[in-house]
């Protein structure tokens, strides 16, 4: 059995949420990103899995801008068999 793990690059959670001064969303730019820590916590259970022998491969897959390639890479270092990103030019929220 393979186990896909989804991905998310967020805000890291040390630093404070601004918002844009026109209320549009949240203010990114020059800001700390991160992995989403809950999907830390999935991609460490997947690897349990695997070593544990009910699963065969651990995929994580991720979505945005080519800067979330970052979070894959965190994720093979987590010990991943492979990461997969879709890349978008879209800012996904």
């Known amino acids: 059995m393979k186990v896909l793990v989804a991905v998310k690059r967020v805000i890291d959670y040390n630093v404070k949420v601004r918002v844009k001064p026109d209320g549009s969303g949240v203010e990114t730019a020059n800001v700390k990103m991160s992995m989403n820590p809950f999907d830390e916590i999935a991609i460490e259970e997947a690897v349990r899995l695997r070593e544990a022998g009910v699963a065969s491969e651990v995929v994580v897959v991720s979505m945005g801008a080519?800067?979330?390639?970052?979070?894959?890479?965190?994720?093979?270092?987590?010990?991943?068999?492979?990461?997969?990103l879709v890349e978008s030019d879209v800012e996904l929220q």
């Open 66 to 84: 080519a800067k979330s390639q970052e979070t894959i890479r965190q994720a093979l270092a987590m010990e991943a068999d492979r990461g997969i």
